[in-house]
């Protein structure tokens, strides 16, 4: 192998580039955001609503969660519009598939933190008389957030990485852009090295960040 | 489920009366009808063998569990069961536990509070009291348990005997008519233990209703005006200390208590 490495012609696509790096950061940050509003708002239904919401609602969840976001993104691009008629951009498919695909994985992580807090605390609480939600805002959810905060890191660094699929509907995040620069070059080594270093330099100070908190949080 | 003040002429009455109480969970029977009455200012206590439904009993009065059947009347509130028990609400059920103290085995703080936050959370949240008048409120009860100087630690902080004063502080803040307390020393350390038998003995002294589920008798003997022996799920024997204690009637009785002695129970706990 004396494959010459050669990564100077990069620099003329930095503009294409750095938009790539800016699509992906801003669907990471935008559908991580959406993602847990919607997820909360599930945890929620699921917790103090009756069957008839917390039926659906897991139904969703599990839809989500057991399916792969690769058949996501194409079902919500491809076929969603020959069931509903209506024609859905790749940006609109590519943002909801990763908001569903987040809030479902999100809902479980807050059931989950809500579960982790012992039923005396609400048996204490319920014993002075608070009543349901009051219970959920003043004393389930301040300690379970505590709790959930290392998953919900979690899930955040894997959804950046996810974002990398949307690519497969031509949205111009930076697999995508790496896979014009390679068209245009024929040097695909180079470009996906560059492309993989990039994707690490904008998650590995996010997981320091995580690891330090959870030594914050274990004080 | 009907929830309607009873008529007046409750200066004679029983402050809390229990009639056929009856409580399931699943298919295991826990309290098959239980009558029991409380005098006002009086301390009662529950015993009996473990699994026997005195702490699903004292968890009805509180409705922290909604019985089965039966009624409950505490003062002027009084709850039937025997109909739907679906109807009871949330609010409804909320409002009543707000009037009724309850102390746990486990303490049951509030681990993110400090111990005056702990302690005037209900004054707070379910009164609405202004946050001034509530510390006020919150420093008197901290003072009547001796935890005063502790009132800006957390629980995590704290000692066992010193965490179940403040959870018996938080019961007081509301006012409640009635305090029941859950085998409120089985957690603790031994040493630890005479630091809370001695707030609840004042408390008694002060006149507080009390109803407390305990595995020690000494106490019990010491405090109570009236002894309730309960074995699955009835009521087998009830009377004053003397009475149950020393010349209890019920064969099932005499060898549960006989049990006790045999130990050589020494420690006095609740």
């Known amino acids: 192998m004396n494959y010459e490495w050669n990564f100077g012609f990069l620099w003329e696509y930095r503009s294409l580039i750095l938009t790539g790096i800016l699509t992906t950061v801003g669907f990471a940050v935008g559908t991580t955001i959406l993602g847990l509003l919607v997820g909360v708002v ?16 897991t139904g969703f969840v599990e839809l989500f969660r057991c399916t792969p976001l690769l058949v996501q993104l194409v079902w ?15 940006f609109l498919a590519a943002t909801l598939a990763l908001t569903f695909y987040a809030s479902s994985f999100f809902a479980e992580i807050f059931r989950g933190g809500v579960a982790s807090i012992d039923a005396g605390q609400w048996d204490g609480a319920r014993a002075i008389g608070m009543r349901r939600l009051q219970i959920l805002q ?3 959810l301040p300690q379970a ?7 919900i890191m979690n899930q955040s660094v894997m959804q950046l990485k996810n974002t990398s699929l949307v690519s497969t509907v031509a949205v111009a995040d930076l697999l995508y852009q790496g896979s014009i620069i390679t068209s245009a ?11 993989a270093v990039l994707y690490f330099l904008v998650l590995f100070p996010l997981t320091r960040l995580s690891s330090q908190l959870e030594k914050w949080l274990a004080r | 489920m009907n929830v309607e003040p009873t008529p007046g002429a409750a200066a004679d009455r029983p402050m809390i009366e229990v009639r056929d109480l009856r409580k399931s969970f699943g298919t295991n029977v826990v309290l098959r009808g239980v009558s029991v009455e409380v005098q006002r200012g009086s301390v009662t206590s529950l015993i009996g063998p473990s699994g026997s439904g ?14 089965d059947g039966g009624q409950i009347r505490l003062g002027d509130k009084f709850f039937d069961f025997s109909a739907s028990k679906k109807s009871l609400s949330d609010r409804q059920a909320a409002a009543y536990r707000a009037e009724t103290g309850m102390v746990f085995q486990h303490f049951n703080l509030f681990p993110h509070m400090s111990v005056l936050q702990n302690v005037i959370e209900g004054l707070v949240t379910v009164r609405r009291m202004p946050a001034k008048q509530a510390r006020e409120i919150g420093f008197e009860q901290l003072n009547k348990v001796g935890m005063m100087d502790k009132q800006g630690d957390y629980p995590g902080q704290l000692s066992g005997g010193q965490k179940q004063r403040v959870a018996i502080a938080r019961a007081l803040a509301m006012s409640p008519e009635v305090l029941l307390l859950d085998e409120v020393t089985s957690a603790l350390d031994p040493e630890l233990v005479d630091e809370v038998l001695a707030v609840i003995r004042q408390l008694a002294a002060d006149g507080m209703t009390m109803i ?11 405090v109570c005006d009236k002894v309730i022996f309960i074995a699955d799920g009835v009521v087998v024997e009830s009377g004053g200390p003397a009475d149950v204690f ?3 009637k019920h064969e099932r009785t005499r060898q549960f208590l006989a049990r006790y002695n045999r130990a050589g129970h020494a420690e006095v706990r609740v």
């Open chain 1, 42 to 57: 599930i945890g929620l239904g699921r917790l103090i609503g009756g069957p008839w919401l917390r039926l659906p609602l």
């Open chain 1, 76 to 90: 919500l691009y491809y076929a969603l519009p020959v069931i509903s008629g209506v024609q859905v951009s790749a």
């Open chain 1, 138 to 140: 003043r004393v389930i």
């Open chain 1, 145 to 151: 957030f505590r709790n959930m905060l290392p998953a």
């Open chain 1, 185 to 195: 070059t024929y040097r695909p080594l180079e470009v996906y090295t560059l492309v």
């Open chain 2, 54 to 67: 005195k702490s699903t009993l004292l968890r009805c009065c509180n409705l922290l569990e909604i019985p």
């Open chain 2, 212 to 222: 407390l589920v305990t595995h020690e008798m000494a106490f019990a003997h010491m």
């Open chain 2, 246 to 248: 020393e010349n209890a």
